[in-house]
């Protein structure tokens, strides 16, 4: 299919599925990965991954505002015939990424022991945070290029080849916890140097599949630093940006209130909680950015009423994704939280009567996320910024 086609239900569903499987497959191996160092490495170790995997994440997530920005910006571009300038927007957001998220790696290693003890983690949660995010950050421009390219393989036609890119890291990732956390008992530097490799797979593949000559609709080319054109796509994925940075944030804010209040128990319980809805909430992510692409190239070619269309058919979908979803962590909050934490019964029942009541949020998360997403696709990152 081409994103100049008009979609049926079907078609649109089939075009989003692999952005869809891609961000659920990559949900799951930070949960295997997560299911690993609670059971095999210990419950400290485990808050202590969850209460610093939010500020990682705040440096990270500079690949969603360039990601999401910067595929809407693209794909207009090619809907309006300009596929050559389409390359160039394409190859400057890369360069830029990288040197972007050198920088911030070393802020990042340098200053992330005082921003987890500023938070409240101190003793040996404090060294686990400090061990876990320092490893993760030395490789932080693969996290910021794999967040992107999740989203440029849709824009550039080849949603397919995305999701294989991110099966092959979450495999890699999934096979190095199991040697370097049981085969060789590494800990929690194991399940870092995982996570860290499985990054560089992320990232460093893509870079070759778009250095050669490919099929795809975009490939890298020589470009001109472009003020405009950076300004455009961080305004334009700015709304994106507030959405990751709040959750982050509010996440923070949450485990340092547990810590206080529950001690680890409280940010471990919480830490589930979060592993476990980032599986149900990139359906409603992969969905939005799986069909971003062909809204923006409708919106380019002045189809209007072919986004209209677009826009009433993804709301259905989402409205049928929400009850979906919120049924199945009703049914399955006992099995998941027995998974996770099983070693420790008051823990479950703490985690279990969270997740009851988080879920509801699956009902109407759906529709925040595809609304904002559904006008950053029209580059009008105002409305966008205003729904997150």
Not at 153 to 164: C, D, L, S, W
């Amino acid at each position: 299919m081409q994103i100049s086609e008009n979609f049926t239900y079907k078609q649109l569903l089939k075009y989003a599925l692999p952005s869809i499987v891609m961000l659920v497959f990559t949900s799951i191996y930070m949960v295997v990965d997560g299911f690993f160092v609670s059971n095999y490495v210990g419950k400290t170790a485990f808050a202590a991954v969850n209460f610093i995997m939010p500020v990682i994440m705040i440096f990270g997530f500079v690949g969603f505002m360039f990601g999401s920005g910067g595929s809407a910006l693209i794909a207009k571009t090619m809907g309006e015939g300009q596929s050559e300038k389409a390359n160039q927007i394409f190859s400057l957001l890369i360069y830029t990424s990288i040197g972007l998220g050198v920088i911030l790696s070393i802020v990042g290693v340098i200053f992330i022991r005082s921003i987890a003890s500023a938070l409240g983690a101190e003793g040996q949660m404090l060294e686990d945070c400090v061990t876990y995010g320092r490893i993760i950050l030395m490789v932080l421009p693969a996290t910021i290029l794999q967040f992107e390219f999740n989203m440029l393989f849709a824009a550039a036609g080849k949603p397919m080849v995305g999701m294989y890119v991110i099966i092959a890291a979450g495999i890699t990732n999934i096979l190095l916890d199991w040697v370097l956390i049981i085969l060789f008992p590494f800990g929690l530097k194991g399940a870092a140097v995982a996570t860290a490799i499985s990054q560089l797979v992320a990232a460093i593949v893509p870079l070759i599949y778009f250095s050669r000559k490919n099929s795809s609709l975009l490939q890298f080319t020589k470009t001109n630093f472009d003020t405009q054109v950076l300004l455009k796509t961080c305004t334009n994925g700015a709304s994106e940006l507030v959405t990751t940075l709040s959750m982050s944030i509010v996440g923070m804010l949450y485990n340092m209130q547990l810590l206080k209040l529950a001690g680890e128990n409280g940010v471990a319980a919480y830490g589930v909680l979060m592993y476990v809805s980032l599986v149900f909430l990139t359906i409603f992510i992969g969905y939005s950015m799986g069909t971003a692409p062909i809204i923006s190239y409708q919106f380019g070619a002045k189809n209007h009423t072919e986004v209209r269309s677009l826009l009433k058919k993804g709301m259905v979908i989402i409205a049928a994704f929400a009850v979906i979803m919120f049924s199945a962590a009703q049914l399955f909050a006992p099995l998941l939280s027995t998974l996770f934490v099983g070693y420790d019964l008051e823990l479950v029942a703490m985690t279990e009567r969270a997740f009851e009541l988080y879920s509801f949020s699956f009902l109407f998360a759906g529709f925040a996320i595809f609304g904002s997403a559904f006008f950053t696709a029209l580059n009008d990152g105002l409305t966008s910024g205003t729904i997150s």
